[in-house]
């Protein structure tokens, strides 16, 4: 497989997960999407540049990927816990 052909393969994934994104309405779906996001983001990375370089920095995405899920999880419960729904058009309101 080509480097060309895994980009391609990569802007797929990455234009559907992020029409999946701006369409679903669930919060947690809406969290997978970014994490398929973050994952097309490491497949181009990886396709495009093979130097040791682009794989460290290939490395690096998929730690902030774990924090930024472990991030949206935590946001994610407290939400639920403080308006008992998971869909993001009923949480109409944020009080600081």
Same mark, same amino acid.
């Given at each position: ?20 994104? #701006? ?12 994490? +398929? ?23 690096? *995405? ?10 949206? +999880?935590? #946001?994610?419960?407290? +939400? ?5 729904? *998971? ?6 309101? +944020?009080?600081?």
């Amino acid at each position: 497989m080509s480097a060309y052909t895994l980009a391609g393969i990569s802007f797929l994934l990455f234009a559907l997960a992020a029409a999946g994104f #701006l369409t679903c309405g669930s919060l947690v779906r809406m969290l997978m999407f970014l994490e +398929l996001m973050l994952n097309a983001a490491n497949v181009a990375l990886v396709a495009l540049g093979p130097q040791p370089a682009s794989q460290a920095y290939a490395v690096m *995405l998929f730690a902030i990927a774990a924090a930024e899920a472990g991030v949206g +999880l935590a #946001l994610i419960i407290t +939400l639920a816990s403080a308006f008992r729904t *998971l869909e993001a058009a009923n949480i109409k309101e +944020l009080k600081g």
